[in-house]
């Protein structure tokens, strides 16, 4: 036993045994403790809590894994359905919105519930402004057909008495 050191461990074989001896010393006091433990025995049990250590460590970071995908997916969750509204604005539905988000599922932060209204009365404005324009179109057209029928009606008069009138000097 080192006399300067406060624990350690050796080796040493004694009839044809080999141990270990564990050692703690309280120098102030002169004591020394130690433990001895058959080496074979000592190797089992070191392989043993080896091998419980590998699959605690593999099983946590399987826990961690499947953790790290569940909080990924929860986190992901509100940004694809603002990427899936995106989609379908891009396909030409102008009358999709955005569902709340489910705060239950996760607390989603106020920024992303802000961007969802804004996002929905963003579309909102434009489905008006479509919806206008849509309107003022269909009433232009009518007032176009209108007035070429206003032009029409004097013109075919004026050609039906002008063919009339031929018609009578034709004839005499």
Same mark, same amino acid.
């Given at each position: 036993? &080192?006399?300067? =050191?406060?624990?350690?461990?050796?080796?040493?074989? +004694?009839?044809?045994? &080999?141990?270990?001896?564990?050692?703690?010393?309280?120098?102030?006091?002169?004591?020394?403790?130690?433990?001895?433990?058959?080496?074979?025995?000592?190797?089992?049990?070191?392989?043993?809590?080896?091998?419980?250590?590998?699959?605690?460590?593999?099983?946590?970071? $399987?826990?961690? $894994?499947?953790?790290?995908?569940?909080?990924?997916?929860?986190?992901?969750?509100?940004?694809?359905?603002?990427?899936?509204? @995106?989609?379908?604005?891009?396909?030409?539905?102008?009358? $999709?919105?955005? =569902?709340? @988000?489910?705060?239950?599922?996760?607390?989603?932060?106020?920024?992303?519930? !802000?961007?969802? !209204?804004?996002?929905?009365?963003?579309? &909102?404005?434009? /489905?008006?402004?479509?919806? &206008?324009?849509? +309107?003022?179109?269909?009433?232009?057209?009518?007032?176009?057909?209108?007035?070429?029928? +206003?032009?029409?009606?004097?013109?075919?008069?004026?050609?039906?008495?002008? /063919?009339?009138?031929?018609?009578?000097?034709?004839?005499?």
């Amino acid at each position: 036993i &080192d006399a300067k =050191a406060n624990f350690g461990e050796l080796e040493y074989s +004694r009839g044809g045994a &080999d141990y270990r001896v564990f050692y703690s010393a309280i120098q102030s006091k002169g004591w020394v403790m130690a433990q001895r433990i058959d080496k074979s025995y000592y190797l089992e049990q070191t392989a043993a809590l080896r091998r419980q250590i590998y699959i605690i460590g593999i099983c946590a970071i $399987a826990v961690m $894994a499947v953790l790290l995908m569940a909080m990924t997916y929860m986190f992901l969750r509100p940004f694809r359905q603002v990427m899936g509204l @995106f989609r379908q604005v891009s396909e030409g539905n102008l009358r $999709a919105r955005l =569902a709340p @988000f489910d705060q239950r599922a996760l607390p989603v932060a106020e920024e992303m519930q !802000t961007m969802r !209204t804004q996002l929905n009365g963003m579309l &909102d404005s434009i /489905s008006r402004l479509i919806d &206008d324009i849509e +309107r003022k179109n269909r009433e232009r057209a009518v007032l176009e057909m209108q007035e070429l029928q +206003r032009q029409l009606n004097p013109h075919m008069i004026f050609n039906t008495l002008t /063919s009339i009138r031929w018609m009578i000097m034709l004839q005499g």
